[in-house]
């Protein structure tokens, strides 16, 4: 298996743009979660789906971020509008067994000017 | 609220041992993880430990944990350059939900 793959691996765009990003997890895991690295605040999780179903959207900083995962192979993350502070890197993991055995993507560096 | 404690850096020389270490709060957690990030890449599943276990050897590392005292560490027998990176802690406090510590930047000078 190609293990996670997220797109774009970098994004660079200016305040107010919408910014979609994009995870395909590893085939057979139920379990999706989108986190946000910066220095500041360390690793957050954002939210988190099982089969396809936001289980856990407290994370999600503010009404201008929105998760979708419309199949088991497909999901996106998205900021409307984006804000500097956004900037961070984004990573997408899956798991087959919930929270524990997560397996991550290489992450998606968003830089917002 | 749930929170995990590291230290942010830790300096060894090649071929010691290296000992991170970690603090957390919630007594319930089922289990205890130890995830890898090298530069540039997503995080990597090291090891972990179930509560009930006080430690556990996977070649070179070791995993003690002191339940009582909430305190878990790990240690990187004879380590390598190649063992640089930062090094999360983490607790399952849900099915879906892992609260990862800060990290611990792990340099190895030769």
């Known amino acids: 298996d190609a293990g996670v793959i997220q797109s774009p691996r970098h994004e660079v765009t200016e305040m107010g743009q919408e910014v979609t990003l994009r995870c395909k997890p590893i085939s057979g895991h139920d379990y999706l979660f989108w986190y946000r690295q910066t220095m500041m605040r360390g690793l957050e999780l954002l939210i988190y789906?099982?089969?396809?179903?936001?289980?856990?959207d407290s994370g999600m900083p503010e009404d201008r971020f929105s998760a979708k995962m419309p199949n088991a192979s497909f999901s996106t993350l998205k900021i409307q509008p984006s804000e500097p502070r956004d900037s961070a890197v984004y990573f997408c993991?899956?798991?087959?067994?919930?929270?524990?055995?997560?397996?991550f993507g290489p992450g998606t560096r968003l830089t917002v000017t | 609220g749930e929170d995990v404690e590291q230290s942010l850096f830790l300096s060894v020389r090649e071929g010691d041992s290296s000992v991170i270490n970690c603090t957390y709060t919630d007594s319930s957690s089922t289990y205890l993880y130890w995830y890898k990030q090298e530069p540039g890449a997503g995080l990597q599943l090291l090891t972990y430990?179930?509560?009930?276990?006080d430690m556990k050897q996977d070649q070179r590392l070791t995993v003690l944990l002191n339940k009582k005292d909430k305190h878990l560490s790990l240690r990187i027998a004879d380590t390598q350059t190649g063992d640089s990176a930062i090094y999360f802690c983490?607790?399952?406090?849900?099915?879906?939900?892992?609260?990862f510590g800060k990290g611990t930047k792990l340099s190895v000078k030769p």
């Open positions: 789906f099982n089969n396809n179903v936001p289980i856990d």
């Open positions: 430990i179930f509560s009930n276990m």
């Open positions: 983490a607790e399952s406090i849900s099915q879906g939900n892992l609260i």
């Open positions: 993991a899956s798991s087959l067994l919930g929270a524990g055995e997560q397996y």
